[in-house]
Antibody
Framework: EVQLVESGGGLVQPGGSLRLSCSASGFTFSRYVMNWVRQAPGKGLEWVSY????????YYADSVRGRFTISRDNAKNSLYLQMNSLRDEDTALYYC???????????WGQGTLVTVSS | EIVLTQSPATLSLSPGERATLSCRASQSVSSYLAWYQQKPGQAPRLLIY???NRATGIPARFSGSGSGTDFTLTISSLEPEDFAVYYC?????????FGGGTKVEIK
């Protein structure tokens, strides 16, 4: 069974940093592209970032480019999101999502909540 | 950026009725459109990909159609577990974008 478990969320002040992690199991992690997708409270879905299997291709949404960094460790079956210079509008539930046909999302974690507030 | 507009925002129907959800793109996404279902407190679930292909384990009452800029998700006969929010998503061009969602609620 595919499992994706996010961690690392919490309350942080504007301008602060957080590092999210996603632990994967039940599939060969190194063979799948991965993504972060977020959902602000009561709002819709927003794609945040994509990373290829070998980490050689990375994309970001304009809203986070230059502040967030996606990475992965295939040996540890883990995906990461380093978030710097956090803003109020980054408050959301952050999902780790496995890529399907590279750019759809066929398996999701339960999310980790990031709250940016003073 | 391709903007996806979903309509209606809310659809009030009874179990057994047919649901028709619309997703319109601001420019062509070819056949690269997916639909997701999200229930309260749960992560989204992939239902349909590339317009009309059901994902693994998705019942046949869910079907998708369309091309270019206009797409439809149809639920042929609503089951109690189908009342949820539905999102469309395009993968034709970066950034990947989602529609704002359609809530299917019990009438």
């Amino acid at each position: 069974e595919v499992q994706l478990v996010e961690s690392g969320g919490g309350l942080v002040q504007p301008g602060g940093s957080l590092r999210l992690s996603c632990s994967a199991s039940g599939f060969t992690f190194s063979r799948y592209v991965m993504n972060w997708v977020r959902q602000a409270p009561g709002k819709g879905l927003e794609w945040v970032s994509y990373i290829s299997t070998g980490s050689d291709i990375i994309y970001y949404a304009d809203s986070v480019r230059g502040r967030f960094t996606i990475s992965r460790d295939n040996a540890k079956n883990s995906l990461y999101l380093q978030m710097n210079s956090l803003r109020d509008e980054d408050t959301a539930l952050y999902y780790c999502a496995r890529g399907y046909l590279k750019r759809y999302f066929d398996n999701w974690g339960q999310g980790t909540l990031v709250t940016v507030s003073s | 950026e391709i903007v996806l507009t979903q309509s209606p925002a809310t659809l009030s129907l009874s179990p057994g009725e047919r649901a028709t959800l619309s997703c319109r793109a601001s420019q062509s996404v070819s056949s690269y459109l997916a639909w997701y279902q999200q229930k309260p407190g749960q992560a989204p679930r992939l239902l349909i990909y590339d317009v009309s292909n059901r994902a693994t384990g998705i019942p046949a009452r869910f079907s998708g159609s369309g091309s270019g800029t206009d797409f439809t998700l149809t639920i042929s006969s609503l089951e109690p577990e189908d009342f949820a929010v539905y999102y469309c998503q395009q993968r034709n061009s970066s950034p990947l974008t989602f529609g704002g969602g359609t809530k299917v609620e019990i009438k």
